[in-house]
């Protein structure tokens, strides 16, 4: 087990220098470079511009200053932004917990809802709930979930303005002049990003486990199962469901890099202070050491992710060997 | 019954009468499955609908409500829908309607456009990685997992942050990143297709690799790609939509549907200006789904239900 750990630990280390090669290429090639955002000062002559080139040691050749980013990258120092000249480290875990805080709850809403569902219609196949769950999700899967999170909030205003009560909070990560730490609040905040991020997630699990489960009942042990006398109960749950979410984890790997692209889009929606917020914000402005630096974190991020989900498959599934 | 050559059996159907209807190729006995899928009819309907309404906006604008999609008129902000602005107007005066026939335009010619050329890329790698196996499979299966750790949007956000897409550079860089299932699944079934006898055969008379790939491979393994370009399709355009929305898409003041609810939240007291551009995207994925579900279905009879 921890050789295979190790293994794959190793797997991924290619992977992420590729990645980072090519957005540090890519930022450091673009039409006027790195430094656009200041060459754009009408007051900053050529000497200035020349000047700040040196500070930020960008008047040396692009692979010595991708190797010093690397390095610098290994010991912690991500750089510092153009505009605050904080470090880029602390930026990005000033926001890493908001981040990993709606990544889960929005994965935990997507099995809580999803397994339940595509089980139940597996399980129940031909019925008219079995019809409603397929239309729903069918429904839902052609929708962008974001689209729909807009006409949350454009419908919880209007709720607003027409009662005065306050459904939902329509953005923000705590209630303003709320002191101190207060959970009750931050569950409250966090309910509707995480429900409209973890939308994709759920549809995709029910349809998917729906169609598992139906295969899983063709099978020969279910039948050897049932011939033995056991109950409905004990063969849904430990024959059915046990072999049918097998494949539901290896669908997991893929949603949860489509979770970490969706942060930059849900945190901007919901006003969330996440990471995914910080690199649109830092973007805008052209600060492109806080853009490498959060863009490259969210890709470790998301590869850390595949890397859980495929240990959790071998785990799950005793007939995968770890060699 | 005196002549010998009527069948002495089972005679329920005359002797004379033909037993075996006339064949019927592969694709004609798909067609025939598809037209009697309902929904995939329907899908259809509305994906060409959709396709008309984007090819003759201009003629569409000008025949029925005469506005310009960019056509600024302060005058008339905010508009509710009514006959004379079907789908009201923004924060501008543009009529919405127009804006919205004008943006699926730009939309779904991105979303075709991704489709062609990441499936060409995903076909051609798929049939050489599936065919040749060893080095070349090891490399675009490497290429393949590097892209799939990749989150899309921060870095398509970096990307379109440095470069300004225009809708051609928009759709290569969705398609370099987008062509990785197309690649699998090809991949997959060629390693099936060419353990078959007829691949054999061909090979034992000395068929060329380019022949046998191109001539008795590709055309095996044809009816999963034009499902694939329905979900390609599919990807393209809620990637693009997103995109645009962050502000980061092809650049203004080309009307896109996600661009249009760029300013969705300042349009609490005006839903329906968030309203029609997220239900125009919605209908184009769902028409989409419902017909490359009924082409799977009916280019695969083992998964129908």
Request: net charge positive; hydrophobic share 50%.
């Amino acid at each position: 087990m921890s050789r295979y750990l190790l293994r794959r630990l190793i797997q991924t280390i290619p992977i992420l220098l590729i990645i980072s090669i090519v957005q540090f290429t890519l930022i450091n090639l673009a039409p006027g470079g790195p430094m656009r955002a200041l060459l754009q000062d009408p007051n900053a002559s050529i000497e200035d511009v020349r000047r700040l080139e040196a500070q930020y040691g960008l008047n040396e050749p692009l692979p010595i200053r991708y190797l010093k980013w690397m390095g610098g990258f290994v010991t912690g120092n991500f750089g510092y932004s153009y505009f605050t000249h904080e470090p880029v480290l602390r930026m990005v875990l000033e926001r890493l917990p908001a981040t990993l805080e709606l990544g889960i709850a929005a994965t935990l809403i997507s099995y809580i809802i999803g397994i339940p569902l595509g089980m139940y219609a597996g399980l129940h196949r031909g019925n008219r709930i079995d019809h409603a769950i397929r239309g729903f999700t069918s429904l839902l899967n052609a929708v962008p979930h974001w689209w729909l999170g807009l006409l949350c909030i454009i419908a919880i205003a209007n709720i607003k303005v027409a009662t005065g009560v306050l459904i939902l909070p329509t953005g923000g990560i705590s209630t303003l002049g709320l002191a101190g730490f207060n959970p009750g609040d931050y569950l409250w905040h966090l309910f509707l990003p995480a429900l409209m991020l973890g939308t994709g997630g759920w549809v995709t699990f029910a349809r998917f486990l729906r169609s598992e489960t139906l295969e899983v009942l063709g099978q020969d042990y279910v039948r050897t199962a049932k011939a033995k006398g056991l109950g409905p109960r004990v063969v849904n749950y430990r024959h059915v469901l046990h072999n049918a979410l097998i494949p539901v984890i290896t669908l997991s790997a893929g949603l949860l890099v489509g979770l970490v692209s969706g942060a930059v889009l849900y945190e901007n929606i919901f006003s969330w202070p996440g990471m995914g917020r910080l690199l649109f914000e830092a973007t805008l402005k052209k600060d492109y050491p806080v853009s490498l630096g959060v863009g490259f974190f969210l890709t470790m991020l998301a590869v850390a992710g595949r890397l859980v989900s495929d240990i959790a498959y071998g785990w799950v599934d005793p007939r995968i060997r770890y060699d | 019954m005196t002549t010998i050559s009527k069948p002495i059996g089972d005679n329920r159907f005359g002797a004379e009468q033909v037993l075996s209807r006339p064949s019927r190729s592969f694709w004609q006995d798909a067609w025939r499955r598809f037209l009697l899928d309902r929904l995939a009819i329907i899908g259809t309907l509305i994906f060409f609908f959709l396709c008309l309404v984007a090819l003759f906006a201009p003629w569409i604008s000008q025949t029925f409500t005469g506005y310009d999609p960019d056509k600024i008129n302060l005058l008339e902000d905010y508009q509710a829908p009514s006959a004379k602005h079907w789908f009201g107007t923004d924060e501008y005066g543009r009529d919405y309607f127009t804006r919205t026939i004008y943006a699926g335009r730009v939309s779904l010619s991105i979303g075709v456009l991704v489709a062609v050329i990441s499936l060409t890329i995903g076909v051609v790698l798929g049939l050489l990685a599936g065919y040749y196996g060893k080095g070349i499979d090891d490399a675009v299966q490497g290429v393949i997992n590097v892209l799939n750790a990749i989150p899309f949007l921060p870095l398509l956000i970096i990307i379109g942050s440095l470069y300004r897409f225009d809708p051609f550079t928009l759709a290569l860089t969705l398609a370099l990143l987008g062509w990785t299932g197309a690649s699998r699944q090809i991949r997959g079934l060629v390693l099936s297709v060419k353990q078959r006898d007829y691949v054999i055969a061909a090979r034992t008379v000395g068929a060329l690799d380019r022949r046998i790939m191109f001539q008795h491979i590709l055309p095996n393994v044809f009816s999963i790609v034009l499902v694939i370009v329905g979900f390609d399709i599919v990807g393209a355009i809620l990637t693009e939509s997103a995109l645009s929305f962050l502000g980061f898409g092809v650049a203004p003041p080309t009307a896109k549907w996600g661009n249009m609810l760029s300013n969705s939240l300042q349009y609490t007291r005006y839903p329906w200006l968030v309203f029609y551009p997220g239900l125009a995207i919605s209908l184009t994925v769902l028409s989409v789904f419902l017909l490359a579900d009924g082409l799977r279905d009916a280019m695969d009879p083992r998964l129908r239900q």
